[in-house]
Every structure is written in C-alpha cells, then in structure tokens.
C-alpha cells in the first residue's frame, strides 16, 4: 500500500514563519528549563511534542494564515528543548557528585549542549530513509503528534477521539498527580531467599503506546521486563541473599538497579550493532541518495518536497565545525592535546552509534521511553576503559569521560527527538530539511539556558548525598548512576559479568529472529525491544503489554492488520497521551513553583486507579472496532 501525505509534496505551504520561529524558540526554552528540574528531582522528563503541538495549534488559531506545517515545525523546535534537557541533566550532574564541580561554568554546559544536540540532529539526516521510509518503525509518540495535528486542521468528527482522549488522559494524570492513587501499584513477596516482585504505572500513555506499536513489539518490552524481574533477580537474590536486612520490593528494587540493569546495556550493546549491521543497507542507500541529491541540485534538477534532507555536503561541513569547539574545549580543560583529539574520536563515533540506536528505540517505545541513559552508560563503559587505558585516573579521568558522554546522550537524546518529529513530518507531509534546520534551532535556543537552570537547582537545593545538598535536595538519579558507573570502572568495581549476560541474551534472540524471518512468521524477536524491557522498570511494560493485547483484539475483530489504515483507537490513544503529556507539564510547573497540591493515597484509591485504567482499555476497544 502506497503511503500519501497529509499534505502531498505538489502542494506547498509555508513552513518557516516569522511567528512559527519566535514560538518554537520560546517553547523550546521554556519546555527545556521545566523538564531540567523534573528530570533532577523524579529521573524522568516530559515528551513535548504534543503539548507544544497543542499550544501551536491553540496560539496560532488567532492567525488567518496558520497552516498544519507550520504547527508542525513549532512542534519540532519545541520537544528539542525538552530531549536536550534530558542529556544535560542525565549527565552533568554527575561532575557534582563526583566533586569536580560545586557548580558549572556557563561557557561549558552551553557548547556541549548545543554542539552535542546539534551533532544528534545531523547524524539523524542519513538515517531517515532507513528507519520511516524503509523500515516504516512505528514511532508512537510521533504518530501520535501527527494525528494530533491532522485532527486540529481537520476539525469536526475527525478530531472527537483526540479530543476525549484528551480529556480523559489529563483527568487520570491529574488525579495520580494529586495522590488519588499511585504512579505505580507494585508488591514483592520472599519465597525463602529468592524475591518476587510485580508492578505496574497507572499511566494511560503507557497504554496508548502499546496500542499504537502493537502486540509483537509490547509483548518483546514486556518479555524482557520478566527476563529481569521474574528469572534474574529471584536468581540473584538466592545467590547472596539479604545482608542489609531490606523489605523484598526494597531489595528487588537494589538488585535491579545495581545489578541485573547492566543486561539490559550488554543486550543494547548487542542489539545496537546488529541493528546497524543489519541496517547497513537502507544506510548506505541514505548517504548515497544524499550525495545523488547534492549533485542533482547543482546540475539544475528539482526533488520531491517531501524528500528533500539538508544537503549531505552541509551535513559533513556542519559535523567538522561542531567537532572542532568540542576538541579545543576538552583540550582547555585537560591541557592535553592529544588525549583531546583522542576523546573528540570517541565522541564522534560513540555519538554518531548512540544516536542511531536512540532514533531506532524512538520508533520502536516512544520518545519518552527511550532509554537514554542506557546508551549513555554504553558509551561511560567504553570511553573510561580507553581513558583508562591510556592512563588517566582519580577525578580527572572520570570528569573527562563524563564530558564525553555528556555530548554523546545529548546528541542521542536529540536524534532520538529528531526521528520522531520527522516521523510526524512524514505523515503530515513537511519538507524534512526545513525540520532539520529548526531542529537546531530549537537545540541552540534551549542550550543558552541550560547552565543557568542547572545552577539555580544546585544552589537552592542541591544534589543528595553530595556537598550541595539542603534540606529539600534534587535525587539526580540518572546522574548518580553515570557517576558509580565511572567511578566502577576506573576503581575496578564493576560486575562485567551483567553486561556479557544481556549480550549473551541479544544473541540468543538474533538467532531465533534470523530463523523467523527464513520462516516468514509474522511474530519477530528484535533484540532492541526486550533490551529496553530488561533496562527499564518492570512497570512501564506492563501497561504497554495491556495495550498492545487491546490493539491485537481490534485488529481480529475488525480484519485489519496492525499496519494497516489508521482506526478510531488511535487518535483515541493520540488523545490519551497528549491529555497525559500536557498535564505532566502543567504539575511540573506547579512544582517548580512549590504549590503542587496532593491528597492522601487510599486503597480505595488505587482500585479506583486500576478501574479507570480497565475503563481506558475497554474505551480504545470500542473505538478502535469504528473504521475511520
């Protein structure tokens, strides 16, 4: 089936708009300043393509002029600034805990993260043909930002299941944001030394991701959740048991998070260079198709809007300009030119490989749930065993490969953004380049605030369990977990024996997905999804596993395949998440602010969550069933 846009590439509306640049700008600072202390006080950061699409569409329905494309590329400048956070505060906070800084110089924090972010941005360009093109991934959130936009320029009965959606996913955020019932519902039980733990969100995003990959990815992020919870830590458990005396959710909560997480890298390790591998084809085709279209230009000839990248050449000139300030940086700061020139290699590489693999998780789970401090730890792993080896030690080594891992998960965290806006590109039909151009306008924007964010935290709450802290200190704790991966490398503490096991385990799955696809089975086993599983908390795969079973039911009751034209349940779980997203960022605010209100939690409560919850399900069925 031939694939159209919304908008086909004969047609062009204007899409680089004085009003779509100020706004996009705006929103990017101001999405990326809230998502900063969100992700240093809960670990985690709020996807900001949907809200910013949302209040694209609601500022510019003032203007006569306003047009989807144009919503589209305020999207896109808009969520860089929300991803750019995530590799900042994923990353430079560990320089506090390790007590290298007590706070951070502006000139710093600002060029790696808009060099990083920008790198990201560019080595996603020859990567979009082989992932939505090619591949065709699913990319939730980003199919989900597009029947978003679709529905607010089609209006009328096109737009109710986005709008309910809405509605009722703002209404369960709202009241799990309040205390009505938890976040998460979990128990863990011992059955003599070894320990049982089960969990899920109450989050109807989660379930709206599922339903929109399907029941074949869901069911993989699930199935390496168990490999985790269900067989590795019982194992693990029985093996050393329980010298500190723990409660058994604490103690499979310590086992996990100290232990059994490092399968998931090995497995991501793994599976990130069989994906390149295995990717290696519609890849090349990219960059060739690149320089074909370069030379194309410059002997006059024209190419279909829709598949017009940033000139290849650019890109190239681009990734020189932003590498150079990067190895002069990392040379002030060590006095060492040749351990620079070495780190700038590491970073090109690792970035240009990390990126890769986060714009491939973003088309497989989402933005939001794309593992980026999993590939960030791939490249702390890597870059301090060379540092290491090459003779740094104590805090100097450990800065400078946290230094290079900061411009690495910021790049990741952008490309994984980038895939997912030209995702939405794609199916609302914008030109990919002028995205592309945005993109890093929206990451510079974002960058000029990030050190000043980051410094106001520190000095009015501080980090736990460092020199900082006060009374009400930020957990930082993706920070603190880049910082003991280092600090266990260079000191020799480190269990590598959880890496080679998740490697051993993306092997496994390789060999029964090559054996598959010789079968031509429509259930496949990429290693990617359950590496995510294994690396991510139990909980988030349950409710994706619900939702992938809801859209597995629609699809036997209505004939359809989960490829095939969109249904109802769609922009119903399009609606779902958005409702979820924009009311995440409206408590982040009150948080901030410190006048986020809550309730006492109940059991009554927490049944009330998980009916709400079957409600969501059962209303995405019913929809889902409606041909649209």
Known sequence: MEFKPYIPPEKSLPEYTAKAFVLGIVLSIIMGAANAYLGMYAGMTVSASIPAAVISMAILFAFKDRNILE?????????????????????????????????FPYYIVTIIAA?????????????????????????????????????????????????????????????????????????AKFLGKRVFYFGSDLSAALISVGYIVGLNIAFLVFLGGAIAWFVAIPIYAAKTGNPNGLSAVDLAWT???????????????????????????????????????????????????????????YVIAL?????????????????????????????????????????????????????????????LLFTALVLKGLGLSGTGGMAATILVAAVVCTAAAIAGDTMQDLATGYIVGATPKRQQVFEVVGVFAAALVMAPVLN?????????????????????????????????????????????????????????????????????????????????????????????????????ATGKREEDVTDAGILGAAGL?????????????????????????????????????????GWLYTIGKRSQ
């Open 255 to 313: 086992i996990w998070s100290t232990k059994i997480r490092y399968m998931g890298v090995g497995a991501m390790v793994v599976g990130g260079l069989w994906s390149l591998v295995k990717l290696r084809g519609p890849i090349s085709r990219g960059v060739r198709a690149g320089l074909e279209a370069a030379k194309h230009r410059q002997a006059g000839g024209t190419l279909l809007r829709t598949e017009e990248d940033m000139p290849l050449n």
């Open 319 to 379: 990734i020189v300009a932003f590498v150079v300030p990067l190895f002069l940086l990392y040379a002030h700061i060590l006095d060492s030119i040749g351990i620079a020139a070495i780190m700038a290699v590491l970073m090109l590489i690792l970035g240009f490989f990390g990126s890769a693999i986060a714009g491939y998780l973003a088309g497989v789970v989402g933005s939001s749930n794309n593992p980026v401090s999993g590939i960030t730890i791939m490249s």
């Open 71 to 103: 919503n589209n590329m305020v999207q896109t400048a808009a969520s860089a600034g929300e991803s750019l956070a995530a590799g900042v505060i994923f990353t430079f906070p560990a320089l506090i805990v390790l007590e290298y800084y007590t706070t």
């Open 577 to 617: 998440i958005a409702g979820e997203a924009l009311m995440g960022i409206t408590f982040a605010g009150l948080i901030v602010a410190n006048v986020a209100p809550s309730v006492p939690t109940t059991l009554i409560g927490n049944v009330l969550g998980v009916v709400f919850l079957l409600g969501l399900l």
């Open 456 to 556: 106001l935290l520190i000095r009015a709450y501080g980090i736990a369990g460092t020199p900082t802290a006060t009374e009400n200190a930020l957990a930082a704790p993706q920070a603190f977990l880049m910082a003991k991966v280092t600090e266990g490398v260079f000191e020799g503490t480190l269990e590598w024996s959880m890496v080679f096991i998740g490697a051993g385990i993306a092997v496994v799955l390789i060999i029964l997905d090559e054996i598959l696809a010789k079968k031509g089975s429509s259930f496949r086993t990429p290693v990617m999804p359950v590496a995510v599983g294994i690396y991510l908390p139990l909980e988030l795969g349950v409710p994706i596993l619900l939702g992938g079973i809801v859209r597995y039911a629609v699809d036997k």
């Open 115 to 187: 060099l990083g972010g920008a790198l990201g941005a560019l080595f996603t360009i020859v990567l979009r043909r082989a992932f939505i093109a090619e591949e065709k991934l699913p990319y939730p959130e980003g199919t989900a930002c597009a029947e978003v936009l679709i529905a607010g320029d089609r209006g009328g009965s096109h737009a109710k299941p986005i709008f309910f959606g809405g509605l009722f996913g703002a209404l369960y955020k709202l009241f799990g944001s309040l205390g009505v019932w938890r976040g998460t519902l979990e128990s």
